[in-house]
């Protein structure tokens, strides 16, 4: 019986030691989350006026204007940015937007992809090591960006794709990442990059007449690439954020989940401590009588 407590007693100690760990993860987790959430939710609002404008500019756009990074073609090579984590641990995180992303392939590229015209352009170790391991074309330049989160590098990266894109080496680019709701609660997208679309138009209002200054392929030239760093910059944004939302919730329910544990196996502890104290008692009680007699 002493081996069975010792082995309960050894389990409760791993438990505890583990609880610690998640305890401390949950902490770090929600001050990083923070500093995340406040990024994001600054960029949010600039972000999505930039892509309005964007999106009207292209509209308005004359038939002389060159709008190379707007130029729909028949689709024959894709590439896909995909938005992931470099650690784990927090849930089902990663393997849901791994997940999107093969059922992005299948659902509207699955020719291409039996072709072999489908590139990944992973940012975030998970994704680059899963699509690396499973023989997907990987551009493997830029899935370390989280290592130092700053504009400079994911513009080094939508530079990429927007250069391959003009250069014709791709005719379509998606962007797969998880947009921050809270703490608790994410939202996986697959969203389209390039080529940039034009403003949806359903209420038949005649398109806007602009005033260009300077000259409108001189702006358009100049104002695009830059509005399209920001939109994959504010995608990255929020999957850092979204990361460490649910790793925070990943580690809470993990802490709970190690005080349930611990509480069934002091009850475990506590049995098999009263049984061996009853064989004992007994064991004496017996050999007193047998004293006796």
């Known amino acids: 019986m002493s081996g069975a407590l010792k082995e309960v007693r050894n389990r409760i100690k791993s438990v505890q030691s583990t609880q610690q760990i998640t305890k401390a993860m ?7 989350l923070r500093r995340a959430q406040d990024a994001i939710t600054q960029m949010r609002p600039y972000a999505q006026k930039l892509q309005e404008m964007l999106s009207n500019i292209v509209s308005a756009g004359e038939g002389n204007v060159s709008l190379n990074l707007a130029a729909e073609r028949a689709i024959e090579k894709v590439l896909i940015i995909v938005v992931t984590s470099d650690r784990g641990l927090c849930g089902g995180y990663n393997s849901n937007l791994i997940k999107l992303t093969k059922q992005t392939i299948k659902d509207k590229y699955s020719s291409q992809f039996n072709k072999g015209n489908v590139q990944i352009l992973p940012i975030g170790k998970k994704g680059y090591e899963h699509f690396n391991k499973l023989g997907y074309k990987v551009v493997n330049a830029y899935w370390d960006i989280f ?15 927007m250069d391959a894109f003009t250069a014709k080496e791709f005719d379509a680019v998606e962007v797969i990442y998880s947009e921050f709701k809270n703490a608790a609660s994410q939202v996986f997208i697959a969203e389209h990059f390039l080529p940039v679309q034009k403003a949806a138009n359903t209420t038949g209002e005649k398109k806007a007449d602009f005033i260009f200054e300077p000259e409108q392929d001189v702006l358009i030239a100049e104002l695009m690439p830059k509005i399209l760093n920001t939109q994959l910059y504010k995608a990255v ?15 809470d329910k993990a802490s709970d989940n190690a005080n349930e544990l611990l509480k069934s196996l ?12 009853t064989t004992e008692l007994t064991e004496i009680v017996s050999g007193a009588a047998a004293l006796q007699g």
């Open 26 to 32: 949950k902490m770090v987790s929600a001050a990083k």
């Open 266 to 277: 002091k009850i475990t502890y506590n049995r098999a401590r009263q049984a061996a104290i």
């Open 237 to 251: 944004l929020d999957a850092n954020a979204s990361e460490h939302g649910a790793r925070m919730t990943a580690m």
């Open 147 to 161: 290592a130092d989160l700053r504009f400079e590098r994911v513009q080094a990266a939508a530079k990429f794709a």
